[in-house]
């Protein structure tokens, strides 16, 4: 069964860190572009970070670059997003989501998410 | 950066009307676009990508057209599993951004 299972939310105070992680089972994880996308509560969907896989690629979208990294571990099927300097408006569910095409160039990925995992909550309060 | 706007922001049909969903881009996106349904508590469900492709085990009453920066989604006979929010996204530039639209509920009327 293909299926992402994201970890390691919770709450931080602002300034902190805090690292998620979502493991991949049910497909083979190292030909896909994998992503991060978040949800603030009552909000709507926002793309965080993406990663490619053997080509280097990584991307952010503004509003985390600099604060956030993407990475993933191929041997262990995991996808990772390091947080830090957290900001209020960080608050949010992190999704990972996997790329509708597998084994594909940077040219014809991030066009659509086929599988998402069920989230994870972060919080960011004082 | 590209922007999404979706029209209208909430749609109060009945069971069994057809929706007609709206998604507009401030640029041309080719045919870049995909579009999603979620419910309360669930993650994002894939309907429709490169415009107009469906997912796997999307039913054929959800259909996508449009290309450039005008897109729409239609669902041919509302079924009350329907009543959801729909969101468009389109993926453009290089390196890539991704970018999502603000979203349509549709409300059972």
């Known amino acids: 069964q293909v299926q992402l299972l994201e970890s390691g939310g919770g709450m931080v105070k602002p300034g902190g860190s805090l690292s998620l992680s979502c493991v991949a089972s049910?497909?083979?994880?190292?030909?896909?572009?994998m992503t991060w996308i978040r949800q603030a509560p009552g909000k709507g969907l926002e793309w965080v970070a993406s990663?490619?896989?053997?080509?280097?690629?990584?991307g952010y979208a503004e509003s985390v670059e600099g604060r956030f990294t993407i990475s993933r571990d191929n041997a262990d099927n995991t996808l990772y997003l390091r947080m830090n300097s957290l900001r209020p408006e960080d608050t949010a569910v992190y999704y990972c989501?996997?790329?509708?095409?597998?084994?594909?160039?940077?040219?014809?990925?991030?066009?659509?998410?086929?599988?998402w995992g069920r989230g994870t909550m972060v919080t960011v309060s004082s | 950066e590209i922007l999404l706007t979706q029209s209208p922001a909430t749609l109060s049909l009945s069971p069994g009307q057809r929706a007609t969903l709206s998604c507009r881009a401030s640029?041309?996106?080719?045919?870049?676009l995909a579009w999603y349904q979620q419910k309360p508590g669930q993650p994002p469900r894939l309907l429709i990508y490169?415009?107009?492709n469906r997912a796997t085990g999307i039913p054929a009453r959800f259909s996508g057209s449009g290309s450039g920066t005008d897109f729409t989604l239609t669902i041919s006979s509302l079924e009350p599993e329907d009543f959801a929010v729909y969101y468009c996204?389109?993926?453009?530039?290089?390196?890539?951004?991704?970018?999502f639209g603000p979203g349509t509920r549709v409300d059972i009327k």
């Open positions: 989501a996997r790329d509708v095409r597998g084994d594909v160039l940077l040219t014809y990925a991030l066009t659509a998410f086929d599988i």
């Open positions: 049910g497909f083979s994880f190292k030909d896909y572009y």
């Open positions: 990663t490619g896989s053997g080509n280097g690629y990584t």
């Open positions: 640029q041309s996106v080719d045919l870049n």
């Open positions: 490169d415009a107009l």
């Open positions: 996204q389109q993926r453009s530039g290089w390196p890539p951004k991704v970018t």
